[in-house]
């Protein structure tokens, strides 16, 4: 076990909640509402651009970092490491968590800072990483990890089936290392299967493929879904995932005291914990009112549960993410 502490947590969404039938309103739209409210849980979320917002990926992480480093009492100057797990960067270079330590500690310090794109498991992978790199360089106290999304960005306008799921949005942790805690980490469990790297994603702009006048008239740009994914992925690999992270740990499944899943359908969450044998006053849901926001939700729903008093500290709390390509991100801590 590693004596790192959860500090403080923090959220951010842009502007206001927008509804399932005010989004068909905005944006010309139809789908089918009773799916994405009953189904996948899906019935309100936060998107900048149709709200004429001009804020993107830092904006949202910067917002929800100083969320999480007001929580925990501390000022930006004391963070000696700032990671972003986002697959939605302000650039592609340089990364986004240099953006956002700019804006927070507003000059140049001795601070760690790079991001971590794995898709929608980018928090729970940078978290794995910021603990570690806490756990073993002493001259870092503090360290902050942020997941953000902004994939509304990437939607072209006549794509029915991205819409109504995602959302942006930013969830923060601010941690630390401390000897004489009760909390701690006790380890993360990571998977992937990279040949799954053509079935959705945004496959433009980088070097194999820069944006072009002929791939934005042959709307290649922005977000593309080039393949069906596995309807029961997250049903079969959650389960194995959760049971394989515990067995490291000797932990027993029933000694978890809650379960954050990646919130993209509702559905999904029930069957596993079903499969888990846990009932579902052990997990949380915020999929109602952020929509899917990748690798911002989970650091979300968090906060959530600790803000409404579902999580305690001394609890055992388990992270579970996965995202497109396929990478797959674990945490057993805790609280």
């Known amino acids: 076990m590693l004596p790192i502490k959860i500090k403080g947590t923090g959220i951010y969404v842009p502007g206001k909640s927008i509804s399932n039938k005010e989004l068909m309103q905005l944006t010309g739209l139809t789908f089918d509402e009773d799916k994405f409210q009953n189904k996948i849980g899906i019935t309100h979320r936060h998107i900048a651009h149709l709200q004429d917002i001009k804020e993107s990926t830092a904006d949202f992480a910067t917002k929800a970092a100083q969320a999480a480093i007001k929580d925990a009492g501390i000022s930006p100057g004391d963070l000696g490491l700032v990671i972003v797990g986002t697959d939605t960067p302000e650039f592609i270079s340089p990364a986004t968590a240099i953006v956002v330590q700019g804006r927070l500690q507003g000059a140049e310090k001795w601070c760690a800072v790079f991001d971590v794109n794995a898709s929608c498991a980018s928090f729970a992978i940078a978290y794995d990483n910021a603990v570690r790199i806490l756990a073993t360089n002493t ?65 433009a702009g980088g070097a194999h493929n820069p944006v072009t006048k002929e791939v934005i008239d042959a709307n290649e740009q922005g977000l593309l879904s080039l393949k069906p994914l596995p309807g029961d992925r997250n049903v079969r690999l959650w ?39 846990q009932p ?41 993410a996965s995202g497109a390509g396929l990478a797959v991100g674990s945490n057993l801590f805790i609280y």
């Open 139 to 203: 001259s870092i106290k503090y360290a902050l990890v942020i997941g953000v999304y902004n994939m509304p960005a990437f939607i072209r306008n006549d794509d029915n089936f991205s819409y109504p799921i995602f959302a942006d949005g930013a969830g923060a942790v601010v941690i630390e290392r401390d000897e004489n805690t009760p909390s701690a980490y006790l380890g993360g469990q990571q998977l992937a299967d990279g040949t799954q790297w053509d079935f959705i994603g945004i496959y």
């Open 280 to 320: 579902l006053s052990k997990t949380t849901f915020v999929m109602d009112k952020y929509g899917y926001t990748g690798s911002g939700c989970v650091p979300m729903a968090f906060h959530h549960a600790v803000k409404e008093g579902t999580i305690k500290r001394g609890d055992k709390i388990v992270f579970m």
């Open 239 to 277: 389960p194995m995932v959760v049971k394989q992270l515990l067995a490291n740990h000797k932990v027993q499944v029933d000694e978890v005291d809650h379960f954050i899943f990646t919130q993209i359908n509702k559905s999904v969450i029930v069957k596993v914990m079903e499969a888990l044998n």
